[in-house]
């Protein structure tokens, strides 16, 4: 999967939201460790696919700690965005975590500008904590503002627009 993932991490119009407005530029290898830091019992990395089965995106999660763990999506495929695979990505991972993990919240952190990210995650619930104003540098040397944002496993359960496993 590593060739894969390495197309969608090298393309600008993919890594520009996050904060990699020129791409990132990695061997094969390094995307493979960075993948292999998912190999453990709280973690994995996952490819979205489409009906074709075609590999158009990546979901990663991870614990933070002993009740919150994170993710993070993206879909690799230009073609494929706008299409509700990224809301259903999240809703399936979010059940997963939800569901096999002793976990009571998911928190992000997200590019202030993300708006498309943004709007998917509060439209799955997720809350907006706080806003950190020059919390981090892009890849082009620009301070960034990042905003915080938390799903507890309560408010996933009463959500009525959740998938529900």
Same mark, same amino acid.
């Given at each position: ?51 074709? $089965?075609?590999? %158009? ?7 933070? $700690? ?27 991972? %979010? ?65 009525? $627009?959740?998938?529900?496993?």
């Amino acid at each position: 999967d590593a060739p894969i993932i390495r197309g969608f991490w090298a393309n600008p119009k993919i890594m520009a939201p996050i904060g990699f407005p020129l791409g990132l530029k990695k061997t094969t290898k390094q995307v493979e460790e960075s993948i292999a830091g998912y190999d453990h019992p709280d973690a994995a990395f996952l490819l979205i696919l489409d009906e074709e $089965n075609e590999p %158009i995106g990546e979901f990663c999660f991870e614990r933070l $700690n002993e009740r919150v763990f994170q993710f993070d999506i993206k879909i690799g495929n230009v073609d494929k965005q706008g299409y509700g695979y990224g809301f259903a990505a999240v809703e399936k991972g %979010i059940a997963l975590i939800f569901k096999n993990f002793t976990c009571q919240q998911i928190q992000l952190d997200v590019n202030a500008t993300n708006n498309v990210a943004l709007n998917l995650y509060e439209k799955v619930g997720f809350q907006i904590v706080q806003k950190h104003v020059n919390s981090w540098v892009d890849q082009q040397n620009k301070r960034r503002d990042s905003i915080e944002l938390t799903l507890t496993k309560k408010a996933w359960q009463t959500n009525k $627009n959740c998938l529900v496993e």
